[in-house]
């Protein structure tokens, strides 16, 4: 028993001493994605990251920015703020797991309280959306031909904007 509780308090520490990037804890939520918690300032999240975001448009109001350090999900950002992450690589989790490629039946087998709303530009899409029980954060599903093409997580209601940011 003393070998038990001397390995648990070494993982404690192991994992609470890792060196926090995003690759260390790459689980989506409507939270956060690792270390990046949404809501955060863009200041703040560069500062536990070590590393400069590299912006997509350069836009101050509302842009998309990434990290080396976060590969495969990039992150929307309004007035400074991280408002919302979208992954861009099919290999990252999220804390509902649901991969891309999932069957829209399979989603609607294992979650059937899931909102469903008509995909705004393509006629056999919907979105999937699981709101957080205050309706403050959410995670979205797009899908497609009955395949889930995409997904992200964010602060309403910059998750479901259709295009980003507009």
Do not use: W
């Not at 448009?57 to 509302?62: I, L, P």
């Not at 495969?72 to 950002?77: I, P, R, Y």
């Not at 008509?118 to 919907?126: A, F, I, L, R, V």
């Amino acid at each position: 028993m003393k070998q038990i509780i001397i390995l648990f308090v070494f993982l404690c520490f192991l994992f609470a001493g890792s060196n926090g990037f995003c690759k260390d804890q790459i689980v989506l939520t409507d939270q956060s994605y690792g270390i990046v918690r949404l809501g955060s300032k863009l200041a703040e999240v560069e500062k536990k990251l070590g590393e400069k975001a590299k912006a997509q448009t350069g836009e101050h109001s509302c842009d998309f920015v990434t990290f080396n350090k976060c590969a495969g999900v990039k992150f929307m950002v309004e007035e400074g703020i991280v408002t919302r992450a979208d992954v861009t690589d099919s290999s990252i989790p999220n804390a509902l797991g649901i991969k891309i490629g999932t069957t829209l039946a399979e989603l609607k087998r294992r979650y059937p309280k899931v909102i469903i709303e008509p995909h705004k530009y393509d006629p056999t899409g919907h979105y999937l959306i699981f709101k957080s029980k205050d309706g403050k954060r959410a995670i979205v599903f797009e899908a497609g031909d009955g395949k889930i093409t995409a997904v992200r997580s964010g602060l309403e209601p910059s998750v479901e904007y259709v295009e980003g940011c507009f």
